[in-house]
T-cell receptor, first 109, second 119 residues
Framework: GEDVEQSLFLSVREGDSSVINCTYT??????LYWYKQEPGAGLQLLTY?????DMKQDQRLTVLLNKKDKHLSLRIADTQTGDSAIYFC?????????FGQGTELSVKP | GAVVSQHPSRVICKSGTSVKIECRSL??????MFWYRQFPKQSLMLMAT?????????EQGVEKDKFLINHASLTLSTLTVTSAHPEDSSFYIC???????????????FGEGSWLTVV
């Protein structure tokens, strides 16, 4: 079945790198996504990666994909207090987005 | 990027009444829209998939008579919570799939969500 799992919390200091991990189950997913949700707001698409790629970099964001282990990670370089939010990974299953539980990132000054 | 608008962003209604939430795609046609529900500090739970001109497909455990979904045009889907109860209080988010192809991999856009409080 489809299941996406993430650790629930991550706390880092401002300026450090953050790494948020995710595992998924549907090996047929063509794209995998990272979304950001700030308190009380909707979802903001941060980045996505095609399943035949190992890595994608977009400014401070780096996505790594290990398709063999069905493991996805999001690295945020030089984390800022404005990065504090909940981060969701998602895969496409049956034409629908399947979300992980979300990782709450707390950035301390 | 494409824009999806939800209205209202916040609504308070009395127990037993019905409330309608709208989801509009502003600059693209959406043959498919999705409705999610999110409890505080939890993930998004897919409630139903709405296809333009046909009946919505509900996820297991979601009462279709309670959560009425209508997708009458390529730019509008509505979710009506009927006979609302306090336990229906939640954050409801819609998303819409762009029927065109602007960017492979990025075809689903989210609204800003609607907070429903039933008192």
């Amino acid at each position: 079945g489809e299941d996406v799992e993430q650790s629930l919390f991550l706390s880092v200091r401002e300026g450090d790198s953050s790494v948020i991990n995710c595992t998924y189950t549907d090996s047929s997913s063509t794209y995998l996504y990272w979304y950001k949700q700030e308190p009380g707001a909707g979802l903001q698409l941060l980045t996505y990666i095609f399943s035949n790629m190992d890595m994608k970099q977009d400014q401070r964001l780096t996505v790594l994909l290990n398709k063999k282990d069905k493991h996805l990670s999001l690295r945020i370089a030089d984390t800022q207090t404005g990065d504090s939010a909940i981060y969701f990974c998602a895969e496409v299953g049956g034409g629908k987005l399947i979300f992980g539980q979300g990782t709450e990132l707390s950035v301390k000054p | 990027g494409a824009v999806v608008s939800q209205h209202p962003s916040r609504v308070i209604c009395k127990s037993g009444t019905s409330v309608k939430i709208e989801c509009r795609s502003l600059d693209f046609q959406a043959t498919t829209m999705f409705w999610y529900r999110q409890f505080p500090k939890q993930s998004l739970m897919l409630m139903a998939t709405s296809n333009e001109g046909s009946k919505a497909t509900y996820e297991q455990g979601v009462e279709k008579d309670k959560f009425l979904i209508n997708h009458a045009s390529l730019t509008l889907s509505t979710l009506t919570v009927t006979s609302a109860h306090p336990e229906d209080s939640s954050f409801y988010i819609c998303s819409a799939r762009d029927a065109g192809i602007r960017e492979a991999g990025n075809t689903i856009y989210f609204g800003e969500g609607s907070w429903l409080t039933v008192v």
